[in-house]
């Protein structure tokens, strides 16, 4: 028993006189950039920050002799997954060392901190939309960086996903028309999905539900307005099936159009 607090002491004295400790105890300001470099380049980037911290604290501006410095301190927070500390480091960081030999990656870890940063396209996308004008920042400035695919693939990926909630709250409306019968508003709003997507992947959804809400406008009509609108709800059909004739939809899409020529013939024998 006595051994194992002898060793347990003796490894407490040792930690305590680890060079983090005496750096985290000292002013001298060049020791403590020393130490944490060291651990640094040991990939201890959360202890490195503890240091970098009490630098930034002591010296209180970005100077142009600790440019090197605050590299790695952005660059820390970035490799301890720390996304919304190393966004803020790396925006300083371009803003106030704008000449730096490392502008190509500090830019591209900006960006790529935001894209970590973005929510699901259920919730908020004001990161999303940061992280995309950051890319197209990133990719204009460097056009054949070694980052480039990269970027332009995380690029991709935010912009699919300001789509996908566009896509979702138009197609919102679709949903709600059960309960508030306002299937025109459905319509319009998929109509302006289409309009500001027009390469859109959610195309065959976005025509199929423009089609499935003038469906259930026109059978749900009063007498006056029926015919005019299956005959519309016919011809958003055609664009479907013109658009994907082997769409997923189709199944249920021609039981509709079925419905709505039976509907129609009570009108031919007027």
Known sequence: ???????????????????????????????????????????????????????????????PNLQSMFYKYSKSYYNSRKWEASDKM????????????????????????AYELSESFTLDQHITYEGI??????????????????????????????????????????????????????IVALDNFLLDYPGTVYKTDALYYKFDSAYKLSINSVYSKMEERIKNALSLYDDLITFDPNTKYKEDADRMVERLNKELQQFSTK
């Not at 407490?12 to 944490?36: F, I």
């Not at 197609?171 to 299937?183: A, F, M, P, Q, V």
């Open 1 to 63: 028993m006595k051994h194992i607090s002898y060793v347990f002491f003796t490894a407490l004295v040792l930690a305590s006189c680890s060079p983090l400790q005496k750096a985290l105890k000292v002013d001298d300001t060049a020791y403590k950039n020393e130490v944490a470099d060291q651990l640094y380049e040991k990939g201890k980037y959360k202890q490195a920050i503890r240091l970098y911290e009490q630098i930034e604290a002591k010296e209180g501006a970005w100077r």
């Open 133 to 186: 004008n950051k890319f197209e920042a990133f990719i204009s400035a460097f056009p054949e960086s070694q980052y480039s695919e990269e970027a332009n693939k995380n690029l991709r990926e935010l912009k699919e996903k300001i789509e996908r909630k566009a896509f979702e709250s138009a197609r919102l409306y679709n949903k709600i028309g059960e309960y508030t019968r306002d299937y025109n508003a459905a």
């Open 90 to 113: 790396f925006q300083k960081f371009n803003l106030v060392y704008f000449t730096s030999p490392n502008r190509e990656e500090t830019m591209f870890l900006e960006a790529k901190s």
